[in-house]
């Protein structure tokens, strides 16, 4: 119960709520109506090469998609913030000084969750890189297994094997084809701007 209040009051309350959106997210995501680059696609080429340089692409999350790196900050923040209100509910005070104090403690649990993010998500970097890099023509001609509840023009994603390891990749569909979870298609066309991949039924 101690732990609950801690999560369901301030400043915890707000990583609690964020870190709900985050576990729905994901839920979606599991049931295949959502994908985890989702928003990538949103994001300008020349802003993305811009930022490659970044302490932001720096720190490790440039290579995962935003989804993700989010998800893990969230989370990150979230525990460091139970932790510290834990520690430090004595020294809050109440009124405006509460709210006051909280904040900053919020803040300062979200600067030291980043660096602990990115260290976190840097195992996870060489997979990343590995699924940029299959994004190319190099695949096309390829089979795949649709991965989620459905393939449309703007949503997908499949599984194709590619140099022994088993991508997960971003799919559309054409000219109304159907596609369902298990499906099997033939990867036809990349769109190099939209990383993903066009993908027809197979003709045998």
Not at 5 to 15: G, K
Not at 42 to 65: K, M, N
Not at 80 to 88: D, E, G, R, S, V
Not at 163 to 180: D, M
């Amino acid at each position: 119960m101690e732990f609950l209040n801690l999560a369901f009051s301030f400043p915890s309350v707000i990583l609690s709520a964020l870190l709900f959106v985050v576990v729905i997210f994901w839920a979606i995501t599991l049931l295949g109506f959502a994908d985890i680059d989702m928003f990538e696609s949103d994001v300008d080429s020349d802003v993305s090469q811009a930022s490659s340089g970044s302490i932001w692409h720096t720190l490790g999350f440039g290579d995962a998609p935003l989804t993700v790196s989010a998800s893990v900050l969230v989370m990150t923040s979230w525990l460091i913030t139970i932790y510290a209100h834990m520690f430090f509910a004595s020294v809050l005070g109440n009124g405006i000084v509460f709210y006051v104090l909280g904040g900053l403690l919020l803040l300062i649990s979200l600067l030291v969750a980043i660096p602990i993010s990115a260290l976190l998500l840097r195992p996870l970097r060489r997979f990343f890189a590995s699924k940029s890099a299959s994004q190319s023509s190099d695949l096309l001609g390829l089979e795949c297994v649709v991965a989620t509840g459905k393939v449309t023009d703007s949503f997908g994603q499949a599984r194709v094997k590619y140099q022994g390891t088993e991508q997960l990749i971003e799919v559309r569909a054409e000219n109304n084809e159907q596609f369902s979870s298990g499906d099997t298609a033939v990867l036809l066309e990349h769109i190099k701007d939209k990383h993903c991949y066009i993908i027809t039924a197979k003709p045998w």
